[in-house]
């Protein structure tokens, strides 16, 4: 057997380097812990960046690829398959959006996303120059598209040019969304809670002004719900809360639980106005067995009372990294939503993930001086007690 030094050599010749990776191979889960291949065990309080939801090793959820797998696995989207026909349906009755194009990955529906607002636009007049809004400090993906509306420049610097015609305001600033605003301009487009920008929640009345300004100008509202979604705040889609609804709204990561899995929604009135035959298309997106993943995890979602469980669990996760706050002075604040939450310090935080993961905590940052916290939704508080033990001892190493 190979030692985990000798894994990470190996992969460091083999394996393009775009990632600095913790000096960790992983090996298992099993609920919320996972294990390295030396049997070392970690509490996750990362969840695959918000992906495993429903936690590691979920017999049911195992259970219902294994099956689909025995069936079909692929088949092209030449032809209809059940389970994304279930799929869409579930995704629909939890969205209350109308129409879905299932794709691979979240920067693929972002890029989806993209293309169905600039159709719907030119649809209306025939023009091409057609304008997105999207928010400084924003992240929507790694390719061109989705790059392109990212709002932060160290990622997009290198490969220039962007798709054209691209404006960017502040979150939360709706004078500043205004001042950007055209007779050009096709969609607006944000994250309901950033989370690599540094877990930065949507006030309110921002999305409330936001609506009305896309209803009074015919502008689509486009609404990046990839990591804030899936009951990650406490609401299955994080604007349900505010009760301001998209026309078009993208969702991934929890979506499969760890099958990569992504989609965009939309209302009828886009569906039935922008893309058509020919305008849009993927070979794997929506398969058998990613439509499966998705069947399953809506299905225990329900059956585990998921968003029950965020609502508590994130109060309690709240109320306690409030109390780092007032305890030691190299933490200014908190932010977030349910278990989504963003732990803000006065300078770099990784020294504090690096120690905590030394210590068998899973820990990962949103900018250089927050610490992200987005466990799987299956957390108790005693995982939150256990998880702030560890926390508490990496601060006061810190503060020494």
């Known amino acids: 057997m190979e030692t985990m030094k000798e894994y990470i050599e190996e992969a460091e010749k083999a394996l393009l380097h775009t990632y600095n990776r913790y000096q960790v191979v992983l090996d298992k889960g099993e609920g919320v812990y996972l294990y390295d291949i030396e049997g070392k065990k970690y509490l996750d309080f990362c969840s695959g960046i918000g992906v495993f939801a429903l936690g590691y090793h979920n017999q049911k959820y195992n259970d ?25 349906k579930k995704l629909k009755k939890v969205s209350g959006m109308d129409r879905v194009f299932f794709t691979n990955s979240g920067a693929e529906a972002v890029e989806g996303a993209i293309k169905a607002a600039r159709k719907y636009a030119y649809l209306k007049d025939g023009c091409t120059d057609h304008e997105i809004i999207a928010m400084e400090h924003s992240f929507h ?48 487009l944000f994250e309901t809670v950033q989370g690599e920008g540094g877990i930065y929640p949507a006030e309110e009345e921002f999305m409330k002004q936001i609506r009305a300004l896309c209803d009074e100008k015919d502008i689509l509202l486009i609404l990046d719900e990839i990591q804030c979604g899936m009951g990650r705040t406490g609401s299955m889609f994080a604007w349900q809360k505010y009760g301001v609804k998209p026309d078009i709204m993208t969702t991934a990561k929890a979506l499969g639980c760890g099958v990569p899995v992504g989609a965009f929604l939309m209302t009828e009135k886009v569906g039935t106005n922008s893309l058509t035959s020919g305008d849009h298309g993927t070979t794997y997106g929506g398969n058998p067995l990613a439509a499966a993943a998705i069947n399953i995890v809506l299905d225990l979602f329900e059956e585990n009372h998921i968003i029950d469980n965020v609502k508590e669990a994130g109060a309690y996760l709240e109320k306690e990294l409030d109390t780092l706050v007032k305890e030691y002075d190299c933490v200014e ?68």
């Open 141 to 188: 993906g790694r390719t061109y598209g989705a790059l392109s509306v990212t709002g932060n420049p160290k990622y997009r610097e290198a490969f220039e040019p962007m798709i054209g015609n691209i404006r960017f305001a502040r979150m939360n600033d709706f004078e500043s969304v205004l001042s950007q605003v055209t007779d050009k301009t096709c969609a607006i």
């Open 64 to 88: 219902a690829l294994k099956a689909q797998i025995d069936k079909v696995i692929h088949t092209s989207n030449y032809y209809y398959n059940v389970p994304a026909i279930e799929a869409a």
């Open 333 to 400: 604040t908190r932010r977030g939503a349910g278990l989504m939450q963003g732990l803000v310090l006065n300078r770099p935080v990784g020294n504090v993930i690096a120690r905590a993961l030394e210590r068998g905590l899973i820990l990962i940052n949103a900018g250089a001086n927050v610490i992200r916290f987005v466990p799987p939704l299956i957390i108790t508080k005693e995982h939150v007690d256990e998880m702030m033990t560890i926390l508490r001892a990496c601060l006061k190493e810190e503060m020494e």
